[in-house]
């Protein structure tokens, strides 16, 4: 089945962590949301000659380029160019840390489906396209977790588990009442790869203290999931300072910059109002989740993070995840 001539392409969001960073990796449960700033992937003839600058061929994004091969081959080939839209993934010229990789694997992989007439609403679909756009990311990018690849497809905020090498649990919750949080961009860029690999190098050096702090973060995640499915907004906050500091244990063990200064700021700033922060991701810099049940008090972390220095995104965390594009922007 060929496409409708109203589709322009797909688009998936960007991902944030919520919980269970570098303990996902040894099969702890993680909480991963979308992040409303959408890569999009649109269908162009081979004449470019009207296709926005924002848009970059797959030549130069490694893991939509293999996420299209593997979705023609389960669909039937796509005979336009595909080109990819991260820029409201990025500041300027530099990444935002919310997953841009991911969403642009997933976008490519909705856009061959909904061009083969596939309805990304329904949830069969929608779970395949999933799954090719976790293998098509992973064969680029084996080091993750592919819980961000789970947030860009599925959308809302999920509940991810690896049970395998290449097999996993993910499934939408619900968002808790009363639970404000807010994204803030620290300015500073970090390669997860880079502070993934530096733990791991840590841990085959010392793999005792290495067992123990993942023990500790493992534990930590689980009673954050916990306390997110119970909606226990007040439970989520201590939750959230909780890992906060496991994964500042980890850094300080390890030697990897995970809660570096600025995000040692941002939970400073937190705590002054009552609330907890934490990094979502790998730490490092990028981004960081400010955690709240007063709207008074998330105003005023607002402003105490735009005095020092940090950008709180204009994001919305949850809603929907991959989606036919039907005209360009």
Request: charged share 25%.
């Amino acid at each position: 089945m060929t496409h409708e001539p109203f589709i322009a392409g797909a688009s998936a969001p960007g991902k944030i962590m919520i919980a269970g960073e570098y303990a996902v990796l040894e099969g702890a449960p993680a909480l991963v949301g979308a992040l409303q700033t959408r890569a999009r992937a649109l269908f162009f003839e081979t004449n470019r000659s009207r296709a926005p600058e924002t848009l970059r061929p797959l030549s130069k994004a490694p893991e939509a380029a293999q996420t299209r091969a593997l979705a023609e081959t389960h669909c039937g080939t796509v005979p336009r160019d595909i080109l990819l839209d991260v820029a409201s993934l990025r500041h300027g010229d530099r990444k935002l840390g919310v997953g841009s990789s991911a969403a642009g694997a997933a976008a490519c992989s909705a856009a061959v489906f909904a061009w083969h007439g596939h309805d990304l609403e329904q949830p069969d679909v929608s779970a395949r396209v999933l799954d090719v756009a976790m293998r098509g990311h992973r064969a680029v990018a084996p080091e993750g977790s592919g819980a961000d690849v789970a947030a860009s497809a599925l959308g809302g905020v999920v509940s991810f588990r690896r049970t395998g090498t290449d097999t996993f649990d993910a499934k939408r919750l619900p968002w808790p009442k009363g639970l404000i949080v807010r994204v803030v961009w620290t300015g500073q860029e970090a390669r997860t790869s880079n502070l993934v690999r530096q733990v791991r190098a840590w841990g085959q050096s010392d793999p005792t203290r290495y067992t123990e702090r993942m023990a500790a973060l493992t534990e930590s995640a689980q009673e954050f999931v916990a306390a997110y499915s119970d909606g226990n907004a007040e439970r989520v906050l201590s939750c959230a300072d909780q890992y906060g500091e496991a994964m500042a244990a980890l850094g300080r063990e390890s030697g990897a910059p995970i809660v570096e200064e600025r995000l040692s700021k941002v939970r400073s700033l937190a705590q002054e109002e009552q609330g907890a922060a934490k990094p979502s991701g790998a730490g490092g810099g990028d981004v960081a989740l400010g955690f709240f049940t007063d709207a008074n008090r998330a105003r005023r972390f607002e402003d105490r993070c735009a005095h020092a220095g940090f950008a709180v995104l204009d994001a919305t965390v949850g809603g929907p995840g991959v989606r036919i594009e039907p005209h360009l922007e």
